[in-house]
């Protein structure tokens, strides 16, 4: 399955392209293109994009915007949902539509790259080979793929 322009980052890299089905305060239920519906806490996740953005190598420090121009809005993210995403910046509440937003970056996260499937997903956890395919587990919840999904392993 091709990887979808939007998804999220977990802390540890894990780079997963999909929907978001619902969030909460605590939990998002996420549709991944690869391992189909994962129920993650919004602690492990570090980077939630609506569409493809790339990080300027400068380190900034997290929270922060991503605009669909590239420039960088530093603040504490207050929401981010299907139509807009508010952040306090010195200057104020802002509110900003969905469409002018990139990603909203939660915190700091690991860059490193595991497994990187066929679609461009990035699993940074560890994996159990089973013969034809590879488990890990993502949240408490056990996934399978098949290695033929995966086109890179870095160890």
């Known amino acids: 399955v091709a990887a979808r322009p939007s998804g999220i980052i977990l ?16 939990e998002l239920l996420f549709r991944s293109t690869a391992l189909g519906t994962v ?4 602690s492990q996740i570090a980077v939630e994009y609506v569409r ?8 900034q420090p997290a929270p922060f915007l991503i605009g669909s121009d590239g420039k960088i809005i530093s603040g504490k993210i207050m929401w981010f949902d299907q139509n807009s995403a508010g952040i306090r910046t010195e200057s104020g509440l802002k509110k900003i539509d969905i469409s002018q937003v990139a990603a909203a970056i939660y915190s ?11 679609n461009g997903d ?15 587990e993502i949240a408490g919840e056990k996934f399978s793929l098949p290695l033929a999904a995966i086109k ?3 160890f």
């Open 11 to 26: 802390n540890d890299g894990t780079k997963l392209s999909g929907l978001i089905r619902a969030r909460d305060g605590r």
């Open 39 to 42: 129920k993650l806490p919004r």
């Open 52 to 59: 493809a953005f790339t990080f300027q190598t400068k380190k």
């Open 108 to 118: 700091d996260f690991s860059t490193a790259k595991r497994i990187i499937l066929r």
């Open 122 to 136: 990035i699993i940074n956890k560890e994996p159990v080979f089973n013969g034809k395919e590879i488990s890990f």
């Open 152 to 154: 890179e392993i870095n």
